[in-house]
């Protein structure tokens, strides 16, 4: 019977000291609610829309369905857009009515209704329309080549403009 006492003490206290531990860690990251899904350590569930043929992995998915994505430079007084538009298509697939950017130095919230967030959804529909042409034509877009794109991309072989990596 000790034994059992004992083993449910034992058994509290370090629920109690992992709780505090998870407590201290989401202060830290400025975290308030509970996490449903994160991609922090590259283990995030991937989350796809078949219809549009997509697919994204937020950094946090909280448990009221927002989301947050973490950058690891700096932010002007306005975000990188090819980062909103990221944040706008994890928006949709995820049907989340409000999500978080974090850089080094800002934090930017959108509303899945805010003009900004619109104009970047239609956008990140766009590029998705015309990625998936130029892949079902198997006909190279244009653009401005640099070795670091060209590493990348699927169309490198063929493509008479690529940049020498």
């Not at 034994?3 to 407590?23: E, F, G, K, S």
């Not at 219809?51 to 430079?73: F, H, N, Q, T, W």
């Not at 619109?118 to 329309?129: C, F, N, P, S």
């Amino acid at each position: 019977m000790r034994y059992i006492l004992a083993l449910i003490a034992l058994t509290a206290a370090v629920v109690v000291w992992l709780r505090a531990l998870l407590r201290k860690q989401k202060k830290k990251a400025n975290i308030k609610g509970w996490v449903k899904d994160q991609d922090l350590d590259g283990d995030g569930t991937k989350y796809y829309n078949h219809k549009a043929g997509v697919l994204c992995k937020p950094d946090l998915v909280m448990d009221g369905g927002s989301v947050i994505e973490y950058k690891s430079r700096e932010a002007g007084d306005k975000p990188i857009y090819s980062d909103v538009m990221q944040v706008a298509i994890q928006m949709m697939i995820m049907r989340a009515d409000r999500a978080e950017l974090r850089y080094k130095n800002k934090t930017f919230v959108f509303q899945r209704d805010d003009q900004v967030m619109q104009k970047a959804m239609q956008d990140a529909v766009y590029a998705i329309k015309k990625m998936k042409y130029h892949l079902m034509t198997d006909n190279a877009p244009e653009g401005a080549p640099t070795p670091r794109k060209c590493a990348v991309c699927v169309f490198y072989k063929q493509c008479t403009e690529a940049a020498v990596a």
